[in-house]
């Protein structure tokens, strides 16, 4: 059975999300960010093998909400509307973590992607909120290393806030977990 891997993943992830709360009624909000086609939403199926439920305005964007166990992921596909902007903000309250994810494969796209970041570290509503940069599509010949989109994001620039780019491919669930360790340890930290 090819998809037994897959499952192993999915139960993984979950076990560590529930290790994750210290109190059972805590809800642990994510905020999941990232340029259309950046492969938000296969990330969140490796995540939750469990109900995901679609919300979409018409405005042209989408939210999705993954509940698990106390645990709340809040997903935005970002398209290019710049006009709804300021209705985002209204979602950035109370954010435990902000995971961004980024096609390392669509080298076009790396400056808007990186002014997107860029405009959310600014944000008063996440300002010291850690992030988890996924350079995700690492499966694909034409990905740039982690590395190298760390520099072209001047990530290294960043002292308010804990952050980590992990190399991933939502694809095969690689780089999934590791990602989802160091949310986990931010999270206690930060709650701390």
């Known amino acids: 059975d090819l998809r037994a891997p ?4 999915c139960q993984g992830l979950l076990s560590i999300l529930r290790k994750l709360k210290s109190t059972p009624d805590q809800e642990v909000r994510i ?3 990232g340029l259309d086609n950046g492969g ?4 969140l199926k490796q995540l939750a093998s469990e109900d995901i439920s679609h919300i979409t ?10 509940q698990s166990q106390g645990f709340k992921l809040n997903v935005w ?5 710049r006009k709804i902007r300021p209705y985002w ?3 950035f309250e109370n954010t435990d973590v902000l995971i961004y994810v980024i096609d390392s494969a669509d080298r076009k796209r790396f400056e808007e992607t990186g002014q997107e970041l860029a405009e959310l570290l600014d944000e008063e509503k996440l300002s010291g909120v850690p992030v988890l940069i996924f350079a995700n599509k690492q499966d694909l010949l034409t990905a740039a290393p982690a590395s190298e989109i760390a520099e072209g994001l001047n990530l290294h620039t960043i002292r308010d ?6 190399s991933c491919s939502a694809l095969t669930g690689e780089g ?4 989802m360790n160091w949310v986990c340890k931010s999270v206690n930290s930060k709650k701390k």
């Not at 897959?6 to 993943?9: F, K, L, P, S």
């Not at 018409?58 to 999705?64: E, H, L, P, S, V």
Request: charged share 20%; proline share 3%.
């Open 31 to 33: 905020l999941l960010l």
């Open 6 to 9: 897959h499952r192993a993943t």
């Open 57 to 66: 305005p018409t405005q042209g964007f989408n939210i999705k909400s993954v």
């Open 40 to 43: 938000k939403t296969t990330l």
């Open 161 to 166: 806030r804990m952050w980590q780019i992990q």
């Open 77 to 81: 596909d970002i398209g290019g509307q």
């Open 176 to 179: 999934i977990q590791e990602g």
């Open 89 to 91: 903000r209204n979602y």
